[in-house]
């Protein structure tokens, strides 16, 4: 069933867990993150990029999609349908489009004109039962044309955002949309602590959850985050089994190039990569 991230969001971190955020990008992908929380009694949050939005010709199409596909395939933990990193525009957009949870990202803006906007959506969103993600500090590489440097957030500003009342922060803390390089520092869990001592029961997010090892995660978990983003290592999967397929030429054998079957193998990638999370999470079960 379609909510807010609000409730989830607070169950996880109550119980010391964090919901996955798997970006969507295509029927596919929608198919295989929802059998795979149902099949895990999982709650899971679906997210939505403003270019992948585009791609898929609009928030309208992606709303009437996901909720039809609820009903279709009878899925009945929490699942959310939540905007990544939105521009104010945007937001509004995927408001009136049906979401039922958005992120406003204005962690560019100066940190004034950040608390505007998001005092703003606050109020909106609570009047129409939607759940708000603001962020604060940038997270690194690049994302659909997001571009941060990865710098670290100010915990008085994190303090700022948090109390307009949204109903989880993104506070950037080292990590990196994408791949991670060879030379990556790690997770400033010092900003993290720093963060979490500011905003007090907040659910945190963590960004590009992509090739973070499992030590970290599991530590960013036990200091207040409650909910981790995922999208390049879904595609990475869906690749590398297209891949595969196609390089073994069963996309010549019979009907094989019937973009069912050619699209099949990336089905089931995904489908096994978001069990995998879930459970690195401790998501299963909780739905």
Not at 22 to 34: D, P, Q, S, V
Request: hydrophobic share 40%; with cysteine; charged share 25%.
């Amino acid at each position: 069933m379609l909510v807010s991230a609000k409730e989830m969001l607070q169950k996880a971190r109550d119980g010391k867990y964090a919901v996955g955020q798997f970006n969507i990008n295509n029927l596919e992908w929608t198919k295989a993150i929802l059998l795979t929380a149902q099949e895990q009694n999982s709650p899971v949050i679906l997210g939505v990029s403003e270019g992948a939005g585009k791609y898929m010709t609009g928030f309208k199409t992606v709303s009437a999609m996901v909720k039809a596909m609820i009903e279709e395939l009878n899925i009945t933990v929490p699942v959310a349908l939540h905007l990544d990193h939105g521009t104010y525009e945007g937001c509004y957009k995927c408001i009136d489009a049906g979401f039922s949870s958005i992120m406003f990202d204005g962690s560019h803006y100066p940190i004034a004109e950040n608390v505007e906007k998001t005092k703003e959506l606050v109020k909106v969103c609570a009047e129409k039962g939607i759940s708000l993600e603001a962020e604060v500090g940038s997270i690194g590489g690049e994302e659909d044309g997001v571009i941060g440097m990865g710098e670290c957030a100010d915990p008085n500003e994190c303090k700022a955002i948090a109390d307009l009342g949204v109903d989880m922060l993104a506070a950037g803390i080292g990590n990196i949309h994408g791949k991670y390089p060879a030379n990556w520092p790690g997770l400033s869990f010092e900003t993290l602590a720093a963060v979490k001592e500011k905003v007090g029961d907040m659910p945190l997010v963590l960004h590009g959850g992509t090739g973070i090892p499992e030590d970290m995660i599991k530590k960013a978990i036990s200091l207040g985050v409650a909910k981790i983003n995922v999208n390049t290592e879904c595609q990475l999967a869906f690749a590398e089994a297209t891949r595969q397929y196609i390089e073994a030429g069963k996309d010549q054998q019979g009907k094989g190039f019937d973009p069912r079957k050619l699209l099949a193998p990336g089905f089931e990638a995904i489908k096994e990569t978001v069990k995998t999370k879930m459970e690195l999470f401790g998501s299963i079960g909780k739905a």
